[in-house]
């Protein structure tokens, strides 16, 4: 039987409670004077728990905003920490049936292609193949996952972005294209 989106997020729910500090517990939630409540669990722990619960029991997240803050705080430190076999297994979700998972795959590497040296020899062409192949679903948070990520990868390389536009501008949406063209020289 397959689990209800409220069962899988009351399993996250209870691991993250497992791997809580009481008294970071006691002091956010003084803080947040109730709120929001608080397991007491350091992000690099929620790292660690999310990332095997979400591969493996999330089949869809609920929104942009979900998606990318997962990408950002979770997904692009965990590449950031295991290289190439994590960048390949998000990087892989750009085939998953929900467009969440295919957003993901894309944009969790938005913090780590600007920079100028790559996370992984070939992490770049990664992040290009995965970004051809969701850039075909004419979905608008599809195609922005691509625009924000190109937007980064052309600080570091310019160069393979306009390339990119020129392959795939055609199939892009304007939003994605704007988006994707806006730190490139002359535009």
């Known amino acids: ?9 009351a399993d996250l729910d209870r691991r993250l409670a497992d791997r809580g500090d009481a008294g970071k517990r006691a002091w956010w939630e003084r803080y947040l004077k109730g709120e929001a409540a608080f397991h007491g669990v350091p992000i690099a722990t929620v790292r660690d728990v999310v990332w095997p619960w ?8 609920a929104d942009w905003n ?3 803050w997962l990408c950002v705080r979770v997904l692009g430190p965990l590449i950031e920490r295991h290289g190439e076999v994590a960048a390949r297994t998000i990087a892989g979700w750009c085939d998953a049936a ?3 998972r295919r957003r993901a795959a894309v944009v969790a ?11 992984f020899p070939g992490c770049r062409q990664l992040v290009l193949d995965t970004c051809a192949r969701n850039v075909t679903d004419p979905q608008r948070f599809a195609q922005t996952g691509v625009g924000w990520v190109l937007r980064e990868l052309s ?3 310019p160069g393979a972005v306009a390339v990119f536009l020129d392959r795939h501008g055609d199939t892009m949406s304007a939003e994605a294209r704007r988006t994707a063209s806006s730190r490139l020289p002359g535009e």
């Open 66 to 68: 979900t998606c990318d």
């Open 109 to 119: 590497f938005v913090n780590l292609v600007g920079r100028d040296e790559e996370p």
């Open 98 to 100: 929900g467009l969440w």
């Open 54 to 61: 979400y591969d493996h029991q999330l089949a869809e997240v």
């Open 1 to 9: 039987m397959t689990a209800t989106p409220g069962q899988t997020a």
């Open 155 to 157: 600080t570091a390389a």
